[in-house]
């Protein structure tokens, strides 16, 4: 059972980024997925979060507006969108995924939003 986040990188501020989140070993589409975030120095930090239950999402504060969880079932895949990003953006973003209270974390991608 693996989650593998996917999709950092460097990118200009006010610039967009995709994240993916993909499982080998379960079904993406029968968890609810979330992603945190860890940047240097600061405690981590969910980000957002899709319900399996009903699509229902959630997000912190500081990305409302900006960013998009999605969940696309024939690829059984999670999306999280980035847009209009922001230095304090940059951090290590992990998924992971909850089901029947049992967590499985993925490894994380770098974001890096500098110009």
């Known amino acids: 059972v693996q989650l593998q986040a996917s999709g950092g990188g460097l990118v200009q501020p006010g610039g967009s980024l995709r994240l993916s989140c993909a499982a080998s070993g379960f079904t993406l589409n029968y968890y609810g997925i979330g992603w945190f975030r860890q940047a240097p120095g600061k405690e981590r930090e969910g980000v957002s979060f899709i319900s399996s239950l009903d699509g229902s999402t959630y997000y912190t504060d500081s990305v409302k507006g900006r960013f998009t969880i999605s969940r696309d079932s024939d690829k059984d895949t999670v999306y999280l969108q980035m847009n209009s990003l922001k230095a304090e953006d940059t951090a290590v973003y992990y998924c992971?995924?909850?089901?029947?209270?049992?967590?499985?974390w993925g490894q994380g991608t770098l974001v890096t939003v500098s110009s």
């Open positions: 992971y995924g909850d089901r029947a209270g049992v967590r499985y």
